[in-house]
């Protein structure tokens, strides 16, 4: 098992950045894909990013591609999400998550929690 906190969110200026950062506790990062997702109020999950283990590979959601960068740094059991170019649209609670595996995280359907989870950050982008 592991224990996934973020941290990083807050209020961010539309066309800002902002970088969250997710650690955690018990079994290294390493062994796991690691994910970011995020919920806007009345709407479903939304997948942002995953990383695969080694970094080899990385997956976006649509509307992030180009903008947000996802990175691991084992060796601190850490998962990184740098967001660029924030509009009001990304305000949203985002969370970390963790698999054993890479394609199972990258494709979850928006009400599956398989893996493990954060209790999430909130992003909010003023206009």
């Known amino acids: 098992q592991v224990q996934l906190i973020e941290f990083g969110g807050g209020v961010v200026q539309a066309g800002r950045s902002l970088r969250l950062s997710c650690t955690g506790s018990g079994r290294p990062f390493s062994v796991y894909a690691m994910a970011w997702f995020r919920q806007a109020p009345g709407k479903e999950r939304e997948f942002v990013a995953a990383?695969?283990?080694?970094?080899?590979?990385?997956n976006y959601g649509g509307s992030v591609r180009g903008r947000f960068t996802i990175s691991r740094n084992d060796a601190l059991n850490a998962v990184y999400l740098q967001m660029d170019s924030l509009p009001p649209e990304d305000t949203a609670v985002y969370y970390c998550a963790a698999d054993l595996d890479f394609q199972t995280i990258s494709t979850l359907p928006a009400n599956d929690r398989r893996g493990y989870w954060g209790q999430g950050t909130q992003v909010t982008v003023s206009s």
């Open positions: 990383i695969s283990r080694s970094a080899e590979r990385t």
